[in-house]
């Protein structure tokens, strides 16, 4: 499964905000195959989708899709260089698959800042700038190898060889290797590399209590803002100790609570809906009587694929895939409806997936 990695400095909030994450954490009963695993915490995906089709199809049972963060232990300067736990930090970064950077914009005299004083900025340079060091060697020991091809007018080679160098260039500039642009031959290229600032990042800004109903009062979160949209990453603005309160609250609780705050949406949920779109995840439904029920794909995929994260004999056995989109289900009212109104499909194998697409699939057992 995929996962994102909650990243950060020392002492920015980001175990407050893990505890919040498995706080709030997902059923484990509907998730048997997750993993278990200290630093993984599995979150049910929330969409107001689920909610809509319940009321419509009146179930037993509502099953929301999840996924998974990993916390990641604390990186310090010079971990490229090895330092900390610094090689151990870089190679648990290398396992995830998109980073969710958690920067400081809270004020409190009394916890320490590692670099003395509250600058997120500073604090994302910090952590991209290890992360980038530790992109240059991969890139420069590749570049060793595929030289020596290259001089022997290797044609592949002589095409990696200008990828590299670009990469290096890049990375020499402090640019990030998501920020770069390439081709879609050479994209496979960099993919194979596996390099660590080619992950698709975003920015968790962590403010006080106060900040919380209005965090465009905050002047930090202004700057990481700006700093984000220079490398077109979001930007989702959270406070930490708050989430692992609402994190303990039933839904009724919470609604109240969020609404005495004065916002609609909590923090971990906005993060949670930003993870799963920066992952390349989407979600599809079925909604029968005994349940309606979330499931995660990958987007692009095709309708047996789909079919067979339910069970692998769906995916065997595919005849068609019976699809309605949601907007027209719920337009419609109900499943007899959408029929007549010629909305619902019979999609083949060759049918590509769509998010929100609410599927009944026919096979063979
Ligand atoms: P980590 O080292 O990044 O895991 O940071 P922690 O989660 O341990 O937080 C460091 C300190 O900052 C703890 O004392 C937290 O209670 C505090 N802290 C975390 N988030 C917030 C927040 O949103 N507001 C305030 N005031 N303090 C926070």
Redesign the pocket.
Known sequence: ALTAGIV????????????AITQAGAEAANYPFATIDPNVGIVEVPDERLNKLTELVKPKKTIPTAFEFTDIA?IVKGASKGEGLGNQFLSHIRQVDAICQ?V?C?E?G??THVSGKVNPIDDIEIINLELILADLETVNKRLQRVEKMARQKDKEALAEQEILNKLKEGLENDEPVRAMEFSEEQEKIVKGLHLLTSKPTLYVA????DDVADPSSNAYVQKVKEHAANENAEVIV?????EEEIAELETEEKEAFLEDLGISESGLDQLIKASYNLLGLATYFTAGEQEVRAWTFRQGIKAPQAAGIIHTDFERGFIRAETVSYDNLVDAGNMVTAKERGKVRLEGKDYIVQDGDVIHFRFNV
């Open positions: 950060g400095l020392p002492n920015v909030g980001k175990s407050t905000l893990f505890n604390g958690v400081r809270f409190d009394n916890i962590n403010v006080s209590e959270v406070c930490a100790r708050i």
